[in-house]
């Protein structure tokens, strides 16, 4: 509001839609630089994600391929399949936390605009 009572005209409107719309831009900028962690299996496999959720690196700890902790090699697989999952899963929703928090008080700004992913 324009103080005095006034509405805010339609170029002050689009001034504040392109500004949030910057700020937007530059909030998904540093969610893409910015790498988000998870693990499983106690750390032996840890995923590392950006910001936006692309898986940007993996280390499988030796422990977690020992061949004598499996009766078998196919149980073997399976299992690392699973902690894989497990890591990559983590670090997507500590990603997930992290786009609520950068993103999160820009929606309110935009008053939480449908089709918005946040």
Same mark, same amino acid.
């Given at each position: ?57 993996? $280390?499988?700890?030796?422990? /977690?391929?020992?061949?004598? %902790?499996?009766?078998?090699? @196919? !149980?073997?697989?399976?299992? #690392? =399949?699973?902690?894989? $999952?497990?890591?990559?899963? /983590?670090?997507?929703?500590? %990603?997930?936390?992290?786009? @609520? !928090?950068?993103?999160?008080? #820009? =929606? ?11």
């Amino acid at each position: 509001m324009i103080p005095g009572g006034g509405q805010p005209n339609m170029q002050e409107l689009l001034q504040q839609a392109q500004k949030m719309q910057q700020d937007l831009a530059r909030a998904q900028e540093e969610l893409a630089a910015t790498l988000v962690d998870g693990q499983a299996g106690g750390g032996l496999v840890k995923a590392t994600v950006n910001g936006s959720g692309e898986l940007r690196g993996l $280390v499988i700890d030796p422990k /977690a391929v020992d061949p004598e %902790a499996a009766s078998s090699l @196919q !149980e073997l697989g399976e299992t #690392l =399949a699973d902690l894989v $999952v497990a890591a990559v899963h /983590a670090a997507n929703e500590n %990603a997930q936390q992290l786009q @609520q !928090e950068k993103l999160g008080p #820009l =929606a309110q700004g935009l008053g939480g605009m449908p089709g918005l992913p946040f």
